[in-house]
């Protein structure tokens, strides 16, 4: 009497569209590309009497800065992106057990 509970009321996940997916996909390919880009042409322009211990500069100055802030943003949207998904799996496991619960207890 007392082991059967109630289900379980489980909030269903809000499932975007595919664009903003894509929308982050291209977003950080360039950003790191950009940034990428810049810390390359910084390194490669180095005066070249620095043989390896002159301190170098990536190019763009506050654009740089810019894209790494912007960049981490990214990192965090990515790491929600990660814990929804993992969310979403945890549910669809959970309704996997209560289902199969259900049909043991029938």
């Known amino acids: 009497m007392g082991d059967h509970l109630p289900p379980r009321p489980d909030p269903d996940l809000v499932e975007g569209d595919g664009r903003s997916f894509h929308l982050v996909v291209w977003l950080t390919i360039g950003v790191n590309g950009l940034l ?8 490669i322009g180095r005066p070249a009497s620095c043989t390896g211990s002159c301190s170098w500069r990536p ?32 549910q669809r496991i ?11 207890r029938a």
């Open 36 to 43: 990428g880009l810049l810390t390359l042409a910084g390194w």
């Open 59 to 90: 190019m763009g100055g506050m654009l740089w800065v810019l894209l790494v802030v912007v960049d981490v943003g990214l990192v965090l949207i990515w790491a929600g992106m990660g814990y929804l998904y993992l969310v979403a799996v945890g």
């Open 94 to 104: 959970g309704r996997r057990i209560s289902d199969k619960g259900d049909g043991d």
